[in-house]
Structure formats: C-alpha cells, structure tokens
C-alpha cells in the first residue's frame, strides 16, 4: 500500500538556517502533497506537487519530486522560530480514483532563536 | 481566505454515547472528508463523500461511523455508541475537485471518551 515516510524523525536547527526533510513512498503515484502541523493543531496545506513536475516553489518553501526514486523533499529556506512543527506527506492511497490520502509519521522541526 | 470550520472544538463524552462532529467545508468544495489522529500517531483517512453519498471508506469507519450532509453548508460525523479507543482528534477536510487537487484540513475536534 502507499505510505509516505518521513525522514528525518526529528531535526532541530538555529533560526536563518535551511531545514530538509525528505518523503519516501512505495508504489506510483500522480500526486503528493505536504502539510505542517503545529503542536494539538490542525494540519495546514502546503503544498501540492503532481507526478508529472519536479519542482514546485512556495515563497520560501521548495518542494522535490523524484518519481523514479520516489521520494520527495520538503526545503524549507531562512527558517524562522514559527516554523516549529511536524511536517508531513501524504500520498493517495491508489494511482486513480481515490480520494483517501496516507499520511506519514511526520518529522519534527524544531527552529531555535 | 476561505477556511474549513469544525465544532466543537474539544468534546468529552461518557463511553457508550453518540456524538455528532461538525463541519463547515468551504463553500465551493465538492468533496468532503473525515480523517482522525490518535495521540502520537498517523493521520489516518476515514471517509470521503460527494454528491451525498460515501464513496470510499476505510477499515476503521464501521458500522458505528456515519456521514451526513443535513444542508448546504454542514457535514457531520456520527459516532454511534463511542469507545474509549474513539478518543482523538478528528479532522474535516474538503477539496474542490476530486483527483490531484488539494484537500484543506479543519483545525480538529478532540474527541475524549471517559
């Protein structure tokens, strides 16, 4: 089944630096997305990339998608306190025709002032 | 920017109750979602629904899980006769289309059976 699995678990980083996480998955997929959660809060979207796209920016957020790898990277640049969360990926469940997304376990950012 | 509503925003109920969770998706979305996070765990996909009718579930939305769409505006899930393994949080989520388009999240309700 799909399962998008994040790497690292954790990351801690100082305030103005890149942060890194990456997204693996199992079988072939048309789309995947990122979320961030912030702690006991609702997840937030971040952004959507298609099977058929590379790369897909977000002020200062990059996304990677590497489909013959499959895997993903999330780059988040000049990172900032705000930024603490677990971030995560999600892949639907089935190449087509269907709405159920998987998520990951998620890795921790955590970014110090 | 539109948003996804839910209430309440937390929900203590006595094992053995029904609950209902609320949702208000955005006003053009078409597709409609129920997900839940037991504490320290995955997010986990539990329901979709168009057009008034589920079109796919998942293992854990048994017979004790319905959706409804009472209106226009709300969508609710229904938890029958709650367990205390039903405590977590609960997401709505919505999405304009179905297929690679972005599902927006709810901020949650969290569910506690005692």
């Known amino acids: 089944s799909q399962q998008g699995e994040e790497d690292p678990q954790a990351l801690s980083i100082q305030e103005g630096e890149n942060a890194t996480m990456n997204c693996s998955y199992k079988t072939s997929i048309n789309n995947l997305q990122w979320y961030r959660q912030n702690s006991g809060r609702g997840l937030v979207h971040l952004i959507l990339?298609?099977?058929?796209?590379r790369e897909k920016h977000s002020g200062r957020l990059r996304v990677t998608l590497d489909t013959s790898k499959k895997s993903s990277s999330l780059l988040i640049t000049a990172s900032r306190a705000a930024d603490t969360a677990s971030y995560f990926c999600?892949?639907?469940?089935?190449?087509?025709?269907?709405?159920?997304?998987?998520f990951g376990t998620g890795t921790r950012l955590k970014v110090l002032a | 920017e539109p948003e996804v509503t839910q209430t309440p925003s937390h929900q203590v109920t006595q094992m053995g109750q029904e609950v209902i969770l609320r949702c208000v998706p955005i006003s053009n979305h078409l597709y409609f979602y129920w997900y839940r996070q037991i504490l320290g765990q995955k997010v986990e996909f539990l329901v979709s629904?168009?057009?008034?009718?589920?079109?796919?579930k998942s293992e854990i939305f048994d017979d004790q899980f319905s959706v409804e769409r009472p209106d226009g505006s709300n969508f609710t899930l229904k938890i029958r006769s709650t367990k205390l393994e039903d405590s977590a949080m609960y997401f709505c989520?919505?999405?304009?289309?179905?297929?690679?388009?972005?599902?927006?999240f709810g901020p949650g309700t969290r569910l506690t059976v005692t």
């Open positions: 999600a892949t639907p469940a089935t190449t087509s025709g269907t709405y159920k997304y998987i």
């Open positions: 989520a919505s999405s304009r289309d179905s297929g690679p388009y972005e599902q927006y």
């Open positions: 629904f168009y057009n008034n009718e589920i079109s796919e």
């Open positions: 990339i298609r099977s058929n796209e």
